[in-house]
């Protein structure tokens, strides 16, 4: 027994033994964890503090990509010299970084890529309004712009500018473009006979038409597959694409469709003190083509708000045609062909953003453009839609409060409940594409470098002409591209017309003015929506 109890002691010994290092090691094991997350963290902070790790990668990288707001003391001193062109307030670089960043500015699409697409505008616009416009398009696939320009924009330190961005063509309101385009077959056609010699709108109609004309031609010249036209406070949105891009809409389209047509949405601001259009509104109201006849003729009454229409000015959209022989223009909103009527397609998702009146200054400017007498008879030879006309008396006539509260009550959404209504029946909607491209486009300097990049080359240019005895020379050098330009269209217009001489088919549909949505009056308004209740 002694011999037994004596034998099994060490045994009990040794199991205490086994107990107590199975606990250290389990205390040990516990304690690192604690520790290691602790000393990661201390790790990390202390990086931070410091500023990071040089990144080899980043360090050997030919390009070394910086984000907005992390640039060095000699890109912020380009920013500062930037500020001087008058533009840097809406332009300029913002402090918050923003996603995407766009490396490249110039955007400069090569040659091979279809198809290739090109917008042609007639425009007296300055660069805050242009450069945004130029560039949101080339994010999303344009390739080449026809710019017929005057006024502001044909001015030095606009038109520079613009002739700098890879892409862009201007072709200025010369003596000798007034010239060629007055020997355009168009004076000679039907089509366009309604809008000859009338002032204003139906003036800038023709105008458009006739600029329209010489961009087919320039277009063609330029192995161009689709062509647009577009005034200068439209953005297209190609929406239903995958990638949010026109090439890959107009790629998708049936090779047997001549020309597609996208339905305008009309901006709604919310306030009377927009600066930026195209970075503060993100409020639509759908067009008619995009929604249920009953949403659109039960809402009418609420969304039109005593206005004389739906939509302020236009709802018959603007339209891409394939470039091809025998395209004409037909208007600013549609084109045509002479030997044939266009096979249409029009888009279901994608459309045009019109920010129509954005701006209360839009008031007095489009009032300064015209010499109408203010009186509900004279206005309607200047004008083609009710509330431009509306809009032009009360410029005309009214105080600026007065100007003011009848630009809040007809043109601003101030009425959130009904805001929230109409969103959410589908008559409203919000869209931050562009907002969130004309942003980013902002925040990587683009519209900053590209003026200060043509600014640097007007220096230089100026030091040189310095020089010289007679700085007329260059001034004539400019004028013989354009006048290059136009002699080539000469030419290709007179092939077109040898050619439309042998044939005896020709269509002379009458242009297609803009054009306002369907409308309603107060009794078939009552009657549907006594309709829709029951």
């Known amino acids: 027994m002694a011999g037994l109890y004596s034998s099994s002691r060490p045994s009990s010994s040794s199991s205490s033994s086994s107990s107590a290092s199975q606990q250290n090691f389990t205390s040990r094991l516990l304690f690192l964890l604690t520790v290691l997350p602790l000393t990661l963290a201390c790790f990390a902070f202390v990086l931070q503090w410091r500023g990071g790790l040089n990144d080899p990668i980043s360090r050997w990288s030919p390009d070394r990509l910086e984000f907005p707001g992390m640039g060095n003391q000699g890109s912020g001193a380009r920013v500062g010299r930037a500020s001087d062109s008058g533009c840097a307030d809406i332009l300029g670089r913002s402090r918050t970084p923003t996603f995407p960043y766009y490396k490249d500015w110039k955007l400069d699409y090569g040659s091979d890529l279809r198809p290739k697409i090109c917008i042609t505008t007639s425009t007296s616009a300055g660069l805050e309004q242009i450069l945004p416009w130029i560039f949101y398009h080339k994010v999303i696939g344009v390739s080449t712009f026809f710019l017929f320009v005057e006024g502001k924009a044909s001015s030095p330190n606009v038109s520079k500018v613009l002739e700098s961005i890879p892409g862009v063509k201007l072709i200025y309101r010369t003596k000798e473009l007034e010239e060629q385009q007055a020997k355009s077959r168009i004076w000679n056609e039907t089509w366009l006979a309604n809008f000859f010699f009338k002032p204003c709108n139906y003036e800038l109609f023709v105008k458009q038409s006739l600029n329209m004309e010489m961009a087919i031609v320039m277009a063609r010249d330029d192995r161009v597959d689709w062509i647009i036209h577009l005034d200068t ?11 949010f891009s026109l090439r890959q809409l107009l790629s ?30 993100s409020m639509f109201k759908k067009n008619y083509d995009h929604l249920p006849k009953d949403v659109y003729f039960g809402n009418y009454k609420e969304a ?21 022989d025998h395209l004409r223009p037909n208007g600013a909103h549609r084109w045509h062909n002479y030997m044939k009527t266009p096979n249409e397609f029009k888009l279901e998702e994608a459309a045009v953003l019109h920010y129509t009146y954005p701006k209360f200054s839009d008031l007095t400017s489009r009032r300064d453009r015209c010499g109408c007498k203010p009186t509900k008879e004279d206005v309607k030879r200047c004008f083609m839609l009710e509330f431009d006309r509306a809009a032009f008396i009360i410029a005309s006539t009214a ?30 909607t919000r869209i931050y594409a562009p907002m969130a491209i004309i942003q980013g486009l902002r925040e990587s300097s683009v519209f900053v470098d590209v ?6 080359t007007m220096s230089k240019d100026t030091s040189l002409s310095s020089v010289e005895s007679n700085d007329s020379s260059k001034v004539d050098s400019s004028k013989i591209v354009s006048s290059g330009k136009i002699g080539n269209i000469e030419e290709s217009q007179a092939t077109a017309r040898r050619i439309l001489e042998i044939t005896d ?21 009552e009657i549907y929506i006594s309709r829709n209740a029951q």
Do not use: C
């Open 233 to 243: 406070d439209e953005l297209i949105h190609p929406a239903g694409t995958r990638e």
């Open 252 to 281: 998708d389209v049936p090779g047997n469709v001549d020309m597609v047509i996208f339905p305008n949405y009309e901006s709604s601001v919310e306030r009377d003190d927009i600066k930026e259009p195209f970075s503060e509104v």
């Open 304 to 324: 039109t708000r005593g206005n004389p229409n739906y939509f302020l000015t236009y709802g018959n959209g603007k339209s891409a045609a394939r470039i091809q």
């Open 399 to 428: 105080t600026e409060e007065e100007m003011l509260q009848w630009y809040q009550e007809r043109v601003v959404w101030t009425d959130k409940a009904l805001n929230l209504k109409l969103m959410r029946k589908g008559v409203l």
């Open 451 to 456: 003026i200060q990049l043509a600014h640097e």
């Open 505 to 525: 088919k020709v269509f002379n549909d009458s242009a297609i003015p803009p054009l306002s949505p369907p409308g309603m009056d107060d009794s078939q308004i």
